[in-house]
């Protein structure tokens, strides 16, 4: 009775784990736009705004707590509607307590009434307008406005329309990593942080962005840019000094390829995090290891006679970006000790073999991994997908115990086998075992069956 005891233990604690691992996630800001419509307006549009026309709000927390005060927000015509920039916000419980839209001059076009004015009436949400973010979820509120025209502030509920205006500050920025003609504008995300605190988190577009700047403009905070594959960019800045700095002209980043994973510290873990690495003797690889306070990069040289393995105690849990960078056409082997969310090896092209023993990680994709011979990632409870090349060396595939769709795992099922007749290759294994999995069709059954009989491999269940 003791091993089932301590494998209920085992589960439990991991899902402890995770269930830490997603409350550190959540508290990631989100993004929050308004979608603006007029009150009795045809189709409830609001007609074309002068040049220059923004929004104005104000928003304050369920506790009361102020969080933007009469802040400019830009407006962007997209179809026949406005929508504006998002506003980055935490999980919560706000209220939106002012909202118009002003020309360049700042004068109130549309004003959504507060409760209790005469033009309360007239919308669905006069304000205050209480609305939630929700962790994970970027929001998109729709917003009822009225006109202005000739109508007096106190029909919208205010003694004047006289307001003291916040310009958002805000910077540009556009990243870059290499194509095939140089260089190619990308899609990424950015981070503003103050320690381990994600103040801001942007969607960057493969343009120049305009990324709007929500803190103190004279304290020290540190921009991160992170897209998979990719290195990560990281400096230490102050607003007012950067903006000096770039003249008006955008912050241009280059990321150059890498092995790059997503894995989470946690107390269940020890906050510890080991990976071990193989390649070509001689070869180098340098790792940064997602700490948003620190920068730089440890090295390791394949050599027979030492562990090639990079360690860390973490200080704080939490997910943390880990970055390979050097030699990675060289990197033959990856076997994880740590909890992995998410792994991109797209430029290791050179991979024979990967092992990610725990984690939420949910899919995988071998896809630019044309010498994967080994790949291990059973007992993966939320692991719905592998997609490896029909060129492939495939010989050992352990994917038990994970929850594999049926599709994910005939299709796996499908290259592995195309590859074993491909290259006569006899003696493999494949293990698929546990409740959790898909099906796999009835003629991806059959060529296991095939791999059985005819080329030796071990299946698992027994067909």
């Not at 594959?229 to 000094?241: A, D, S, V």
């Not at 290891?289 to 440890?298: M, R």
């Not at 970055?323 to 909890?339: C, E, F, M, P, R």
């Not at 898909?438 to 009989?453: C, H, M, V, W, Y």
Request: aromatic fraction near 10%; proline fraction near 5%.
């Amino acid at each position: 009775m003791k091993k089932p005891l301590k494998l209920i233990l085992m589960v439990l604690l991991a899902a402890l784990a995770w269930s830490c691992a997603d409350q550190q996630e959540s508290s990631l800001p989100q993004e929050v736009r308004f979608s603006v419509n007029v009150s009795g307006a045809a189709n409830g549009r609001v007609s074309d705004l002068p040049a220059g026309t923004a929004l104005l709000v104000s928003i304050k927390k369920s506790s009361g707590e102020v969080v933007l005060s009469n802040q400019r927000v830009t407006l962007l015509k997209v179809g026949s509607k406005y929508i504006t920039d998002p506003l980055p916000l935490h999980a919560g419980e706000y209220a939106i307590t002012d909202f118009m839209l002003v020309n360049a001059g700042n004068e109130v076009l549309y004003a959504i009434p507060q409760a209790g004015s005469p033009l309360a009436g007239s919308v669905s949400h006069p304000l205050p307008y209480s609305f939630t973010v929700s962790a994970d979820v970027a929001s998109t509120l729709d917003v009822e406005v009225i006109a202005v025209g000739e109508l007096e502030p106190e029909d919208f509920g205010y003694a004047s329309f006289g307001i003291q205006v916040n310009d958002v500050q805000s910077f540009k920025l556009s990243v870059f990593i290499p194509g095939n003609n140089g260089l190619d504008l990308t899609d990424a995300q950015a981070f503003i942080m103050s320690g381990y605190d994600t103040l801001q988190l942007i969607d960057l577009d493969a343009k120049v962005n305009t990324i709007p700047f929500l803190q103190d403009t004279a304290q020290t905070y540190y921009l991160i840019v992170l897209k998979p594959g990719y290195t990560r960019y990281w400096r230490k800045f102050k607003f007012n000094q950067l903006k000096n700095e770039l003249a008006g002209q955008p912050l241009e980043v280059t990321l150059e390829p890498a092995i790059t994973l997503w894995i989470w510290s946690t107390q269940f873990m020890g906050y510890y995090m080991r990976i071990n690495y193989w390649g070509t003797l001689g070869k180098s690889i340098y790792y940064n290891l997602g700490e948003p306070t620190i920068n730089g990069y440890g090295r390791i040289t394949f050599d027979l006679f030492q562990d090639n393995t990079i360690e860390q105690w973490y200080d704080v849990p939490g997910h943390y970006f880990v970055t390979v960078k050097g030699d990675i056409d060289q990197v033959t082997t990856l076997n994880h000790s740590t909890a992995v969310s998410a792994i991109d090896v797209r430029h290791a092209v050179n991979l024979e073999g990967i092992g990610i023993p725990y984690g939420d990680i949910k899919t995988l994709d071998l896809t630019q991994n044309h010498k994967i011979k080994f790949i291990a990632v059973n007992g993966l409870p939320l692991f719905t997908d592998v997609k490896i090349s029909p060129d492939n060396l495939a010989i050992d595939v352990r994917v038990g115990d994970t929850a594999l769709t049926s599709e994910s795992l005939t299709q796996l099922i499908n290259n592995v086998y195309a590859s074993a007749v491909a290259h006569n290759t006899h003696g493999g294994n494949f293990n698929f075992e546990g409740s959790t999995l898909g099906t796999p069709s009835t003629e991806a059954i059959g060529k296991l069956q095939t791999l059985r009989d005819t080329y030796g491999w071990t299946i698992a269940p027994s067909l």
